[in-house]
């Protein structure tokens, strides 16, 4: 389907309506009758676009991971504290989608996978501290661990409303990473 201007903003008309809904009943209990009356569109519109309101919700939560991840890239350069704070300040600007998208899904599902996301930078960048004494077994599960830890913290932080400054989460998340990464070279 062609990208023009048109097309973006029925998009973004259709996405608007369905997340303000989603901000009062779960993806489950939504009609695509009801998104089509809130974006005032006909059904034959949305169907065009979408097949259904779980399809709306996927195209939505991937086009979100992919926005963060493109800012992902561009925070590399800064440095672990930066790009964490980065990414933290990322999703407290965007907080209004992400607990819409969080308060969608049983299982909780687009808060883990963004965490998830969040990881994979810390694992690129604890990838690239060269390798100590520690065994291989060793090295791996500390590594584990603190992707595990990190990306858990950023999860509660968004769960329990993203009150602490960015700044704060950030440093705690590199100072917890930098004393397991200074235990491997003892």
Known sequence: MKNDPRTRYTRKVIQDAFLEILKEKPVSRITVKEVCDKAEINRGTFYRHYQDCYDLLDKIEEEGLKEFEKMLASTQATGMQGAVEAILHALQNNSQLIRGLDSSTDGRQFVNRLAGRCTLYMEQWLGS?????????????SFAFLTGGGGSVIEWWLRSGMEAPPEEIAALIVKCSEIIVAGLSD
Do not use: D, G, H, K
């Open 129 to 141: 501290i060269p390798r100590s004494a520690a065994s291989p077994a060793s090295r791996e599960a």
